[in-house]
T-cell receptor
Framework: KAGVTQTPRYLIKTRGQQVTLSCSPISGHRSVSWYQQTPGQGLQFLFEYFSETQRNKGNFPGRFSGRQFSNSRSEMNVSTLELGDSALYLC???????????FGNGTRLTVT | QQPVQSPQAVILREGEDAVINCSSSKALYSVHWYRQKHGEAPVFLMILLKGGEQKGHEKISASFNEKKQQSSLYLTASQLSYSGTYFCGTEDAGNMLTFGGGTRLMVKP
């Protein structure tokens, strides 16, 4: 069974630009969650989608948005990039509530 | 609000035991534990559910005190492969899984 796939692996953007990250979950998984990971901050929850609906949202500004498609693939968009947005963005999929999260290898975003 | 993990870091010799704690100020429905090695994705270790059910690897041991909103992960007879950062994730009534800041574990020969 193929794992969670995130693309691209690395991105370098400049302040003010926008970026779109992609996540393909494990086949059959309908829940996709996004996390931001920075040194010293652990894993910060961004949002969770289930069957194309946003089920939960973390405490991030509106510049961070996401969506999920009918095939459960998900995208995350960050507009008007700031230096502080530099981080590893992890996507995780799961089958249902109380199931383990399966993480992708992440997209490392660098904002200059 | 993030759960609080302790200790923040621990160094062990092979064969020694360690306990990692996770506490929350909210009533919890489940607690997840994951391990992340440097440069890799977090990997699932265990889920502890309200009511006592557990799902996870046989060699991993953990507890969940629902009344105190606390969980502990027990690592016994540690091996070099146990090195990494351990994260606990807590799920509250809002069904949101929030992770702690992590505990860095290093096992030395």
């Amino acid at each position: 069974k193929a794992g969670v796939t995130q693309t691209p692996r690395y991105l370098i953007k400049t302040r003010g630009q926008q970026v779109t990250l992609s996540c393909s979950p494990i086949s059959g998984h309908r829940s996709v969650s996004w996390y931001q990971q920075t040194p010293g901050q652990g894993l910060q929850f961004l949002f969770e989608y289930f069957s194309e609906t946003q089920r939960n949202k973390g405490n991030f500004p509106g510049r961070f948005s996401g969506r999920q498609f009918s095939n459960s693939r998900s995208e995350m968009n960050v507009s008007t990039l700031e230096l502080g947005d530099s981080a590893l963005y992890l996507c995780a999929s799961s089958g249902d509530r109380y199931s383990p999260l399966h993480f992708g290898n992440g997209t490392r975003l660098t904002v200059t | 609000q993030q759960p609080v993990q302790s200790p923040q870091a621990v160094i062990l010799r092979e064969g020694e035991d360690a306990v990692i704690n996770c506490s929350s100020s909210k009533a919890l429905y489940s607690v997840h534990w994951y391990r992340q090695k440097h440069g890799e994705a977090p990997v699932f270790l265990m889920i502890l559910l309200k009511g006592g059910e557990q799902k996870g690897h046989e060699k991993i041991s953990a507890s969940f005190n629902e009344k105190k909103q606390q969980s502990s992960l027990y690592l016994t007879a540690s091996q070099l492969s146990y090195s990494g950062t351990y994260f606990c994730g807590t799920e509250d009534a809002g069904n949101m899984l929030t992770f702690g800041g992590g505990t860095r574990l290093m096992v030395k020969p």
